[in-house]
């Protein structure tokens, strides 16, 4: 896969928490953010990758590209879509 | 047997003979671990007025009323009713059909499990047969409600298919694949369908929605887990339809009832009789029924 790169506005780092604070701690950064904007989550393998994403989905965000960083971790690049 | 209290006939209503004398726990209806508020609201009455305040939970969602005086039964029947509350069976037959919450309340669900878990009582409940006999329904492959523990377990999955347009190439489902069948070759993902088990995890978490699901009941045979442990077998390719399913479950509980001796569970039956018997019976009955 060529590495593209993925523009972000901000970002944060779940890597020091478990499942299922992962997610509370990427809600409230997508939270914070405008909508549109695009946040770079970086989240350990395993359980976060697994499950992040999908809570991100039904959560109602656009989730654009999850790269693997090549360290164990992974990000996950969304934009904000701001509930209707 | 004047005079005497018949407990066989007691147990066919749920009162398990406890160790004080005269008294017994009396287990309750509970369908796919569900109850009213209604129910819990007569059954902590009836717990406090019969029997001693409180009530035993089974490992199987059952509720059970420990120390009601066997000469208060029919008393306590009656007052359960009035809040809707049935008594449960134990004894050589169908039980309590066990459920998790399933795709109605739980985001990971992929079958409607609640609503499989009546249809399934009101098929075979208190059904009379050689030795007893559980059904447990879970919603997906993290089997919260352990499937393969009953004599018929039956566990959510899907079949999936791919649509390329959709597809953005994002890697989310390629990574959330546990058993390795998926792949991304030049930005499209390839599935290895010998690999895949079912679990709609890619369905659930793709954000193209490039994966289609349909939901689909996986079935397991012959489990048990008491004095003897055996994990219940799939015999069957995933079902995606109630007719079908439910000529399986026929098809089994006849094989069954057909084969076993008195006393005997399904697993016994199977280790004396084999595996093959059953297999061709729910395969038949899988492929069309018609016999
Ligand atoms: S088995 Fe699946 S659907 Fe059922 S409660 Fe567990 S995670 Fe939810
Ligand atoms: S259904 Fe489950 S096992 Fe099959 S491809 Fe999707 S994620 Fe992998
Ligand atoms: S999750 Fe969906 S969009 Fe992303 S690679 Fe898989 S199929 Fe394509």
Redesign the interface.
Known sequence: ?AAEVIEFDEQVDITDVVCPITFVKAKVAIDELEDGQVIAVRMNDGEP??NV??SI??EGH???????NEDGT?T?YVRKVEEA | MAGEINYAELKKGGFMKQKQKGFGSLRLKVIGGNLTAENIRVISEVAEKYGRGYVHMTSRQGVEIPFINVEQLAEVKEALLKGGVETGVCGPRVRTVTACQGSEICPSGCIDTYTLAKELDERYFGRELPHKFKFGVTGCMNNCLKAEENDVGIKGGMEITYNEEPCFSCGVCVKVCRTGALSMEDGKVVLDASKCNHCGRCVKSCPADAWVGTPGYIVSFGGTFGNFIYQGEELLPIIGDKETLFRVTDAAIEYFEENAKPSERFRKTLERLGIDGLKEKVRKAYEGGEE
């Open positions: 896969m990758v697994q994403p999908r989905k039904e656009q989730i654009l590209k999850l790269a693997d992974y996950l």
